[in-house]
């Protein structure tokens, strides 16, 4: 059973950084994208940043020019560098990997942004 560990998360001023790693345990193939979302409370889950198996990444426009989605293609391990961080970056972010049968979530790492 695969399973996404996420880590990197926590307290931060604004204009901070952080950066977020995902990590899958077990056997994992054939990934088609791994992907950043998060959820703010109150709020339903957002789409964040997408890595795809070719390499081209797509962001949210909020996040566009502040965040970098990149991945380690030796351990499948996806990463989220964030800067310029905003008190309205704070949320709860979840990894999310696709493959060609399935796709799997992450318990999620909480973010908080203090101005």
């Known amino acids: 059973q695969v399973q996404l560990a996420e880590s990197g998360g926590g307290l931060v001023q604004a204009g901070g950084s952080l950066r977020l790693s995902c990590a899958p345990s077990g056997n994992i193939f054939n990934i088609r994208s791994m992907n950043w979302y998060r959820q703010a409370p109150g709020k339903q889950r957002e789409f964040v940043a997408m890595f795809e198996g070719g390499g081209r990444t797509v962001y949210a426009d909020s996040v566009k020019g502040r965040f970098t989605i990149s991945r380690d293609n030796a351990n499948n391990t996806a990463y989220l560098q964030m800067n310029s961080l905003k008190p309205e970056d704070t949320a709860v972010y979840y990894c999310?990997?696709?493959?060609?049968?399935?796709?799997?979530w992450g318990q999620g790492t909480q973010v908080t942004v203090s101005s």
């Open positions: 999310h990997v696709v493959t060609i049968w399935d796709n799997y």
